[in-house]
């Protein structure tokens, strides 16, 4: 039995981080781990969360599952024809330090899903361009990365958060998460949300001088900083099984569509 300290509300996705445990949990007491596909338990525990009337979307769920660093594509096409995204586990090596960026007081993350989420699904095509354009960043973020590009990074970083308030609005996100960002960037250091407020994750890419400003800029602000430890990857022999299927499934499927 192992327990953790979860900092409440704070965009750190903690009510699907408890349903991702149990979940994991009931496949080792029912001993079927090997039986469900990895890229599949994401959607198991949204949907799950769904039942109990939490806005949400897949993201989270993919980490928790994946654990580490990992890129996803939502492309319509592979949601359309495997019913999950393609989700692909990246070395955590690749990335800079980072870190975390938070306020005590509780944000609930749900709230601020909504309206944009209703506008996605009307068909609206501000939120429908805005959205593919966070899905680009993800992208060059990835290359980015890859590269070792830690500049671009921070420029993407950027990018991210200005898109989602850009989205959302000001009144939506709150005047103390839109804080948090712009005490990172008044020091020069990228920052964006970890969820959907509550907390940003930040990255100082002038190095440990910059890391001391933001601290004091943090403290003098009233938030808390501390660096983020990436958790490495948690797939087991099992897990890694139901992959290798899923690969070959994937491969099938996408040869079918090219004849």
């Known amino acids: ?57 897949l993201q989270d769920r993919v980490a928790q599952v994946y654990g580490g660093l990992v890129y996803m594509d939502f492309s319509k096409e592979n949601m359309d024809n495997l019913g999950h995204g393609i989700y692909t586990p990246m070395d955590i090596s690749l990335l800079p330090p980072l870190h975390l960026i938070y306020a005590e007081n509780p944000s609930d993350s749900g709230k601020l899903h909504s309206t944009v989420r209703q506008r996605w699904l009307n068909g609206d095509e501000f939120i429908i361009s805005s959205m593919q354009e966070v899905a680009t960043v993800a992208e060059e973020g990835r290359t980015a990365i890859l590269a ?58 002038d190095g440990p001088s910059q890391v001391k400003l933001l601290e004091n800029a943090c403290q003098e602000a009233g938030f808390i900083m501390q660096a983020v430890e990436i958790v490495p990857p948690r797939l087991n022999d099992d897990d890694l099984k139901t992959l290798q299927k899923s690969d070959l499934t994937a491969s099938t499927v996408q040869n079918d569509m090219k004849e």
């Open 1 to 57: 039995m192992a327990y953790i300290i979860w900092i409440f509300q704070t965009g750190l996705s903690g009510s699907s981080a408890i349903v991702c445990a149990a979940l994991s949990c009931l496949l080792d007491f029912y001993k079927v781990r090997h039986l469900v596909k990895v890229e599949v338990r994401p959607s198991l525990i949204l949907s799950a969360e769904q039942e109990l009337g939490i806005v949400a979307g």
């Open 148 to 205: 070792k590009n830690y500049q671009k990074l921070a420029e993407l970083m950027n990018h991210n958060f200005d898109l989602r308030r850009r989205m959302f609005g000001d009144e939506c996100l709150g005047a103390l998460n839109i804080e948090m960002v712009e005490v990172a960037r008044r020091v020069g250091a990228a920052s964006k949300f970890t969820g959907s407020g509550g907390a940003v994750v930040a990255f100082c890419p």
